[in-house]
């Protein structure tokens, strides 16, 4: 270990002590529980060969590295890494297959967990006696780690290994859920487990849900958050944010992942801002009038958002160079915002105003988004906010009960 890491150890655990007050209103998270003074957690893992899947999203409340922390720890025998989408360090771009390495700062094995596999391999599994799952979701289903988790617990169930989860706040908040669940011909990495869109539970109760509901069977363990209430949203938790992928560098942008990224993933030739300096925040494409669609959308007055008119030419991606015109998302209340339902209203005004230029994904790519592909028709047939809404209540009411019993908080 690299001795400025130990430094930056040492400053980062008496970080909390300086700044008391702070910390005793901060929620903590899972890894700052196991590791406490006197852990039951810790003494349970104590000794063991533990194989960690994170990424850069994996910290403590200092914000110091949780595959770092775990290699530090003379309690623990840390003996394999493994990286989901972006890799172990955050180096992969979205979308981009990550490989096997070597960890440069704890020089152990790193296998991937997002190309050609998707679970720990059964040979890297036979070396371990706990797998440890720590890794910040945003609460929505598109949003691959909590694919990872899930295959995670298929194959630690099939090797017979326990998992333990490191609980994690849902940034967007634990109360509202909104959107389809994922019908049959439709389940990808994006739409993995039986969750609609939102599902306002932290990456612990997702795990609980995904073990019961597809009766994995998974020896599953969560260390819970402490402090954490279900209306809480990030700002509530008093913790740093740490970038979670290339294009979520804030938790604006978790808040408005679910809305824009689901706009332009339905659509062929609308930018959701990626490419610019605020990826997620904006909603663009050739056509657009800035000024007709923000007064447009806020004549809906949609809960905790405005929209300002904006133009920008992306610097990379699908957009790239393009001058493109449209509106900037101005988040004024994430605890009353609600992204599906803003997305859909956005969707609704597009093809109001703009009609056929507005041009609708195809048939695959909108059902894996959404999870069934109702929304194309919907779309084409002129249907309403309310009807398309409508449309997921009996989804969102059979996911209602299974939610119930994996709810921890």
């Given at each position: 270990m690299r001795p400025v890491t130990v430094l930056a150890l040492a400053f980062a655990l008496l970080l909390p002590l300086s700044c008391s007050v702070r910390a005793a209103e901060r929620v903590r998270l899972g890894i700052d529980v196991l590791l406490e003074p006197a852990s039951p957690f810790a003494e349970a893992l104590a000794g063991k060969r533990l194989?960690?899947?994170?990424?850069?999203?994996?910290?403590?409340?200092?914000?110091?590295?949780?595959?770092?922390?775990?290699?530090?720890?003379?309690?623990?025998?840390?003996?394999?890494?493994?990286?989901?989408?972006?890799?172990?360090?955050?180096?992969?771009?979205?979308?981009?297959?990550?490989?096997?390495?070597?960890?440069?700062?704890?020089?152990?094995?790193?296998?991937?967990?997002?190309?050609?596999?998707?679970?720990?391999?059964?040979?890297?599994?036979?070396?371990?006696?706990?797998?440890?799952?720590?890794?910040?979701?945003?609460?929505?289903?598109?949003?691959?780690?909590?694919?990872?988790?899930?295959?995670?617990?298929?194959a630690c169930a099939a090797a017979h290994k326990p998992l333990v989860v490191l609980d994690r706040p849902n940034p967007i908040g634990g109360t509202r859920f909104e959107g389809p669940l994922v019908r049959e011909p439709y389940h990808s990495f994006i739409g993995w487990g039986p969750l609609p869109v939102t599902h306002g539970m932290t990456i612990g109760e997702v795990a609980r849900l995904y073990n019961d509901v597809l009766e994995i069977g998974c020896e599953l363990t969560v260390v819970p958050l402490r402090g954490w209430k279900r209306d809480m949203v990030w700002d509530d938790t008093r913790l740093t944010w740490t970038t979670t992928s290339p294009h979520i560098p804030h938790a604006l942008q978790a808040h408005l992942y679910v809305t824009t990224g689901m706009v332009a993933s339905s659509t062929t030739n609308v930018s959701d801002g990626v490419g610019t300096p605020m990826p997620f925040e904006a909603l663009a494409a050739e056509f657009f009038d800035g000024n007709e669609l923000a007064d447009e959308l806020d004549l809906l007055?949609?809960?905790?958002?405005?929209?300002?008119?904006?133009?920008?030419?992306?610097?990379?991606?699908?957009?790239?160079?393009?001058?493109?015109?449209?509106?900037?998302?101005?988040?004024?209340?994430?605890?009353?915002?609600?992204?599906?339902?803003?997305?859909?209203?956005?969707?609704?005004?597009?093809?109001?105003?703009?009609?056929?230029?507005?041009?609708?994904?195809?048939?695959?790519?909108?059902?894996?988004?959404?999870?069934?592909?109702?929304?194309?028709?919907q779309l084409e047939r002129g249907a309403t906010l309310a009807e398309i809404e409508a449309s997921w209540s009996a989804d969102l009411a059979r996911f209602e009960r299974s939610r119930a019993a994996a709810l921890i908080y």
């Open positions: 194989g960690l899947i994170t990424n850069p999203s994996g910290v403590d409340g200092a914000l110091f590295p949780t595959a770092d922390r775990l290699a530090m720890d003379a309690r623990f025998r840390l003996v394999q890494l493994y990286g989901p989408e972006h890799g172990i360090r955050g180096e992969a771009a979205a979308g981009d297959a990550v490989a096997d390495e070597l960890d440069p700062l704890t020089n152990l094995p790193v296998q991937s967990l997002y190309g050609a596999r998707k679970a720990p391999s059964p040979d890297t599994l036979e070396r371990l006696d706990v797998v440890v799952f720590d890794i910040q979701d945003i609460g929505s289903r598109t949003y691959t780690y909590i694919s990872t988790l899930g295959e995670t617990l298929k007055r949609l809960p905790g958002v405005r929209f300002q008119p904006t133009a920008f030419k992306p610097f990379y991606g699908k957009f790239n160079a393009k001058p493109l015109r449209g509106v900037r998302l101005v988040l004024d209340d994430p605890r009353v915002y609600r992204p599906l339902h803003t997305a859909v209203a956005v969707l609704v005004t597009l093809r109001k105003l703009y009609g056929e230029r507005v041009g609708l994904a195809d048939e695959l790519t909108i059902g894996k988004h959404w999870g069934n592909a109702e929304l194309l028709g």
